[in-house]
């Protein structure tokens, strides 16, 4: 029997696997699941880490995931973030309300941070733990993400358009920084960098184009120098941004329940892989697990030989157990059934 | 030119252009908050001269995201896109409490109270919300409408909201079907 890892290296590179991989995002899941409170999740990686092992094992998640909100190199940055006892964290006060607070962002040395060092620690905790066993996925914020993180969503939005110039200036240094986290994450043993930058569904194909996709590709291709494989994950409809997408030389592609998911396998042929593309409320939450298995198995159909199954983004907190767990029933069942793409 | 026709053959017809061409996708979000700023500041000039020649707002919307939810910016394209078609908009901002929804939506004689939620977590406070309406025997005087980025029809359905849909632009014409047929 394969490794969870060995299943996910020969999917990515289209080889023959015993299970097709599940890497379904938990993350308020894992916690409830698990009895830890969001606020403990978040801030101390030992209550994540333990949650994400037993979940995966528990599940049959076949990736160990950092991910837990999008506020830790923003707190980094400097911003004031107000943490939940069982809730996400909350960014209060955005750091940047113009272009004259851009000069806030300066690089920091991410084992001197505070929490993207405490992300780190998780990833050792998951190699010392499972590392042989599961691939271990870190995390860094997209550029856009990060700035809208910095400044609101509206506010940041409006400065893309009203103020260009400073924006891109100030993504690119978000993105050196970005790089600098990857890098500490690899360093201690990630294997897959996931970029969340999941706020770009809302912009159009020019603005993508020009302003974002080539600051996520040079993050990705510095990640790939450093010897590890990338995950890009923007959440929500990006049937307008799909063929920039896989253009951005990331390995694996996260794609939401509401894109073409068949349009999206075929335009990453040979490009990239897909990973998706359940609805995480009307399925995974509202569903039946038979409405899961047969969504696992569409996913699997329509599907190319290096495609992983996902939800289109997080598994709601609220999701039935039985539904979660049909997936992998799903997934087992359709190895032995013959099915194409294995 | 009156002040009216600036409003409603120019302000009010531009924000129905920007929003037909959202749903087409032909702009995207930057480009409506945008034209939802140059529509508010316009506003801010017209309102106390509308007000002082008598002219009416087309009605009365109270806006909010639910108890637990911080996202806005659904809920404030939303807001943009009614104030858009001519409403009066009364946004309460995010993590609103039902007892506030109710409360507000009384105090300004509201037409329709629109709740709002980007989180699977946070969308039960939309049915809790329409629960409290109902309690406090007013659920009956208010359109209730639901958006968010988890909410479905169904689930729109399941909790007894009067109208769903799925983006901003589509609000404001619900709302504005609505707000016509009452006038009739």
Known sequence: MMTQKELFYNRLAGRPVDKIPNLNIVMLFAAKYTGVKYGQFCSDYRYLAEAQEKTAEDFGIDILSTMSDPFRETSDYGASIVFAEDDLPICKKALLTGPEDFSKIKIWEPLESTRILDRIRAIEMFKRDMGEKYPILGWVEGPLAEFMDLTTVSDGMMMLLDEPEAVSEVMERITEQAILCAKAQIEAGADVIGIGDVVASLIGAGTYREQVRPLEKKMIDAIHAMGAKTKLHICGNINHLLSDIVDTGSDIVDIDHMVDFEKAIALSAGKCSISGHMNPVKVLLQGTPQDVKNWTKYCVEKGSNTNFISGGCEVPKMTPHENLRAVDVQLSREKESGLKNW | ?184
């Open chain 2, 1 to 184: 030119m009156s002040v009216k026709t600036i409003l409603d053959d120019e302000l009010i017809r531009a924000m129905g252009i920007v929003g037909e061409k959202f749903r087409l996708n032909e702009i995207y979000v930057p480009e409506m908050l945008v034209a939802a700023r140059a529509m508010a500041m316009g506003l801010t000039i017209l309102e106390p001269l509308l007000t002082a020649t008598g002219v009416k707002p087309v009605g009365k919307v109270v806006i909010g995201t639910v108890r637990g939810d911080l996202h806005d910016i659904g809920k404030n394209l939303v807001a943009m896109m009614m104030k858009g078609m001519g409403a009066t908009v009364y946004d309460l901002g995010v993590d609103v409490s039902s007892h506030t929804f109710v409360e507000k939506a009384n105090e300004v004689g509201a037409d329709i109270v629109y709740l709002s939620a980007l989180l699977t977590t946070t969308m039960p406070a939309i049915g809790d919300t329409i629960k409290d309406f109902e309690k406090s025997g007013v659920r009956g005087k208010y359109y209730i409408m639901v958006g968010g980025a988890p909410v479905s029809r169904t689930f729109a359905d399941q909790i007894g909201a009067d109208a769903y849909t799925p983006n901003a632009s589509e609000a404001a014409d619900a709302a504005k079907v609505y707000l016509l047929s009452r006038a009739k």
